[in-house]
């Protein structure tokens, strides 16, 4: 089945400093993947919809500025958080819809996550 | 009104009993439901998917779907610890695909199967 791999698993950085998650379809072409966050007991909420080779879309309410969005390819998908502060620390997860299923009713398939906690 | 919308829980039941978990929402054109079970710390990972009205069984999970109600439920039978998990209910709204293709999640209901 399809695998979307997401690294790093987990990240503790300093306030101010800027962070890098990857996001990866490991078998299969994504030309969209999007990109969720997650506060303790709350609901996944998404936040933009990458798009390979163009710009992303983001939800209302997410700054464009700081969580910077790359799609350069159809394998990888990237979420800098720049200038990162403790009201950042949340749970990110990327997801992907592709591969041989791929149809207009086909799941999404989700990463990992990656947990960041900013000190 | 929320979009989904799910009872937070805890829900508890005995090993072997049948769990019920319902979600509500509130497009009518949504087309389709997905159940997710997402453990501790860890990623949504797909349990069911439903578009047509009716039941679709798979395994001891069977996902029910009335649009005109506007309700999906799952139902997990012979119910075992190892399902102790929060159960998202996801909805797509859009009737388009490609890029506007967007889940919408509800807040999740938490079950413990009691051994």
């Known amino acids: 089945g399809a695998v979307v791999s997401q690294h790093p698993s987990w990240v503790i950085c300093k306030s101010g400093t800027s962070v890098k998650i990857e996001c990866r379809s490991l078998d299969f072409q994504a030309t969209t993947m999007f990109w969720y966050r997650q506060f303790p007991k709350q609901s996944l909420m998404l936040m933009a919809t990458?798009?390979?080779?163009?710009?992303?879309?983001?939800e209302q309410g997410v700054e464009k500025d700081k969580f910077l969005i790359n799609h350069a390819s159809l394998t990888l998908s990237t979420l800098t958080v720049t200038s990162a502060h403790p009201e950042d620390s949340s749970f990110y997860i990327c997801?992907?819809?592709?591969?041989?299923?791929?149809?207009?009713?086909?799941?999404?398939?989700f990463g990992n996550g990656t947990r960041l906690t900013v000190t | 009104q929320k979009e989904v919308e799910q009872n937070s829980g805890p829900l508890s039941v005995p090993e072997g009993a049948i769990a019920s978990l319902n979600c509500t929402y509130s497009?009518?054109?949504?087309?389709?439901f997905f159940w997710y079970r997402q453990y501790s710390g860890k990623s949504p990972e797909l349990i069911m998917s439903i578009y047509s009205n009716g039941d679709k069984e798979d395994g001891r999970f069977t996902a029910q779907l009335n649009k005109a109600s506007q309700y999906v439920s799952l139902l997990i039978r012979d119910s075992q610890p190892s399902d102790s998990a929060t159960y998202l209910c996801?909805?797509?709204?859009?009737?388009?695909?490609?890029?506007?293709?967007?889940?919408?999640f509800g807040k999740g209901t938490l079950l413990t199967v009691n051994p």
């Open positions: 497009d009518r054109v949504s087309q389709s």
């Open positions: 997801s992907a819809r592709g591969g041989r299923e791929s149809s207009y009713n086909s799941p999404l398939h």
């Open positions: 996801a909805v797509r709204r859009s009737n388009s695909g490609g890029s506007n293709y967007k889940l919408t």
């Open positions: 990458s798009n390979e080779g163009s710009k992303a879309t983001y």
